[in-house]
């Protein structure tokens, strides 16, 4: 079961074009959408992250990636 997380509420602005394609899907959780979406790019940034460092090695470059491919390995199984 789920722990209950702590949320807080956010106003993002988007076309008004947009919105009103929106409002044709009532059914659909926007907020949930939102979500994960702006988990998707943190966690994209994080990984970024781990090679944006100048002096990084080719080397270490690549023993991070397989570091992190490791564990999005694991993650899946």
Do not use: C
Not at 41 to 61: H, M, N, Q, T, W
């Amino acid at each position: 079961m789920k722990s209950k997380q702590t949320t807080t509420h956010m106003t993002i602005t988007v076309p008004l074009d947009l919105k009103r394609e929106m409002e044709a899907y009532p059914e659909i959780n926007w907020s949930r959408i939102a979500t994960k979406a702006f988990q998707g790019r943190l966690e994209a940034e994080k990984v970024l992250g781990l090679f944006a460092e100048p002096e990084i090695s080719d080397e270490e470059a690549i023993q991070r990636g397989l570091k992190l491919r490791h564990k999005l390995l694991e993650k899946t199984r």
